[in-house]
Every structure is written in C-alpha cells, then in structure tokens.
C-alpha cells in the first residue's frame, strides 16, 4: 500500500509539472488498488481487535496503525485529486507558480517517503523530524497562497487561480498526513504521544 502512494504522489507530480495525461490518467487505477488494499487491511485490524491472539498485550498499536493507513489512504486521494486538477490545467498556459509548486511537490514526496522509511523500520526518530518539514510546506502553502490570490488576474484565467490553490491545499493536507504518519510510529516505538 504504501509503495503504491508514494508512487500516486510521483504520478501526480509527473501529471501536474510535466503536463502528462498518461500519468493523471493511472492515478485513478492506484487509487482504486490503495483503496482495496485499505479495506483489507481494516478488515484485518478489526479482527485484531475483536480475537486478539494469545499473548498479544497492547491493542492500542493495532488502533495506531487503523489510523496510520487511514493517513495513507487519505495522501492517495488527494494525489489522485491533483492529477484531476492537472488534467483540468491542460488547456492552459503553464502558470509561472509552478515551478514554486514544483518545489512543494517535491518536499510532500519526500515527507511520505520518510514517513515509508518510519513504519517499514518502525523509527520513532525519523517518524518525529517529519515535522520539521512539515514547516517548511506550510510556509510554501501561506507564500503561494498570498502569490496566488493577489496576482494579477488580468493576465491569468481565474480558474487557473482556483485550481492551483487547490493543488497547494491538497500537498499542505498530504504534509499533514504523512506527519501523522511519523507521529503515530512514534507512539507505536515509544508508548508516547508526541
């Protein structure tokens, strides 16, 4: 599952900067496996739950990790959202924000792949430095933002405006989920909320 998000995220960046219909157009057939595979992994979580095998002591771990693919569930639809948007960007000029967007793209991908690295090594410590660039997204979300809306709108359709303000909402909300990703490996390695 969580290979299959982080490659929705590289195929919604291929989507967006590159303008390439093929790879918004596989974004919804990865949408469709992560989904499938969230299901059974809830599916298999609540059997934990509900017929715990002997021994096993600390059910909140298995509460952790229905949440930890809820997450990663979440970071496939909104990569899948993003291809939609590139699709709806095609007809259009590339805006000069991309490149800006560009970087955040790259940043979100990078938090889920670090957030990848903490369930597959179950690190507390990779899981916790997410946050740090959880920070640097959120600036680049509050400086598009500001760039987006006080542009000159003159010079670029409105709807161009909106859907990139759009594709900054949904990688801000991918940060936010792969963070909580990290935090929640976290909480499974150290017993601590962080």
């Known amino acids: 599952m969580g290979a299959l998000v982080e490659q929705s995220c590289l195929l919604s960046r291929t989507a967006l900067c ?3 219909l093929e790879a918004a157009q596989q974004l919804k057939a990865h949408d469709k ?6 299901r059974q992994i809830e599916v298999d979580c609540i059997e934990l739950l509900t017929q715990p095998p002997q021994g096993m002591q600390d059910l909140r771990h ?4 229905m949440q930890l693919i809820r997450d990663l569930e979440r970071i496939g639809d909104y990569a899948k959202d993003i291809g939609d948007v590139a699709i709806q960007l095609f007809p259009y000029p590339a805006h000069p924000s991309l490149e800006r967007i560009q970087v955040m793209i790259d940043r979100c ?3 889920v792949a670090l957030s990848l ?4 090594d179950l690190n507390a410590d990779v899981g916790l430095d997410i946050k740090i660039k959880d920070d640097a997204v959120d600036d680049d979300y509050d400086y598009l933002y500001s760039h987006l809306v006080n ?3 003159a010079a ?3 709807e161009v405006i909106v859907l990139l303000v759009l594709v900054i ?3 801000e909300r991918i940060a936010d989920h792969a963070t909580n990703v990290g935090r929640r490996i976290a909480y499974v390695v150290t017993g601590e909320r962080s």
């Open 18 to 20: 590159d303008r390439n």
């Open 33 to 38: 496996q992560i989904d499938r595979f969230y």
């Open 62 to 65: 298995v509460s952790a990790f």
């Open 109 to 111: 991908r990078s938090m």
């Open 117 to 120: 690295v903490a369930v597959s």
């Open 151 to 153: 542009s000159n709108t």
């Open 156 to 158: 670029t359709n409105v």
């Open 169 to 171: 909402r949904y990688l």
